[in-house]
């Protein structure tokens, strides 16, 4: 198997925080396919020490008696994920055609593959629930990247409360649920980039990608080891899963509610506690 392909990228932190358009973006690179919200990925990843455990319980089970090693069923757990994910790329792509040759359109800002000969040897997987299986995933794929985008927690309870907008199926958050849901990600990613470090996780913000997207996704591809290409940046051109809260208040510390007082408070003191801790560097300096 190629190097590359035991290379994943995975786009983690809360809801409503960039994950979807870093996604495409990366997905639009020739190296880089883009996957759906994978959500079993995690969970598969998190069983199968377990299930390596249950298989060499006794002398006389099945990985024992055959001498496999969990090195070896790791290699192999790994090697299904990169098969399942390729076969379900071409699915896509053939399903794309079909529609394509009876006279469907799809925008030129977010593509599965911008030309034939690309070699996506990559894939970027953006479930914002990764958050709390970084050490699992790293498990089954040591080599991969974990981009943690950061947004202001105020600004994500605002998107929440209008969630069901974004995209059909997605249910809306009263404020006290959307800031619990922006503590639990932001806070298992935070977690994560103090346990693993910066070369494997590397926080990124919201804010920056929208104020300098070229050069956030420039910093981006070039920490996962990859070249920046323009058409990254094609995502940008048009909004998506937007909730639609232009011109929606934002709380602030005078405007809150008294009910949430204590809420935003914590929240904007673990946000600026996380803005002023700075990415731990490994022992090597990389």
């Known amino acids: 198997m190629l190097q590359d392909e035991l290379s994943p990228v995975f786009v983690i932190g809360s809801y409503r925080s960039g994950t979807s358009v870093t996604t495409w973006c990366l997905g639009q ?6 996957l759906p919200e994978t959500y079993w990925l995690a969970k598969f990843a998190e069983h199968v020490g377990e299930l390596y455990q249950m298989g060499t319980a006794q002398p006389a089970a099945h990985f024992a ?5 969990e090195g070896d069923f790791v290699a192999e757990a790994r090697d299904f994920v990169n098969r399942v994910v390729r076969r379900g790329q071409e699915v896509r792509i053939r399903k794309l055609l079909t529609f394509l040759q009876s006279g469907g359109t799809v925008p030129p800002t977010v593509m599965l593959q911008r030309a034939p ?6 894939w970027v997987d953006g479930t914002p629930e990764n958050s709390h299986y970084v050490s699992h995933l790293l498990n ?8 943690h985008l950061v947004r202001s927690p105020h600004e994500v309870v605002r998107s929440l409360y209008k969630f069901d907008q974004a995209w059909e199926g997605a249910q809306p958050q009263e404020a006290v649920d959307g800031y619990a849901t922006w503590r639990r990600l932001a806070g298992a990613a935070f977690e994560a980039e103090q346990a693993f470090g910066s070369n494997v996780v590397r926080r990124f913000y919201h804010a920056d990608l929208v104020r300098d997207p070229e050069g956030t996704l420039r910093s981006m591809l070039r920490w996962s080891g990859e070249r920046f290409r323009p058409e990254c940046l094609t995502p ?8 639609n809260v232009e011109g929606d208040e934002v709380f602030t510390a005078d405007s809150v509610p008294a009910s949430l007082k204590s809420t935003f408070a914590d929240n904007e003191a673990f946000f600026v506690k ?8 490994p022992p090597d300096g990389t």
Do not use: Q, Y
């Open 29 to 34: 690179h020739p190296n880089i396919w883009v």
């Open 65 to 69: 008696r055959c001498g496999l090693t």
């Open 117 to 122: 000969l690309e070699p996506k040897k990559r």
């Open 140 to 147: 089954l794929f040591p080599e991969a990247k974990f981009i």
């Open 236 to 243: 940008l051109a048009e909004r998506m899963n937007s909730s």
């Open 274 to 281: 996380l803005r002023d801790t700075k990415p731990v560097t």
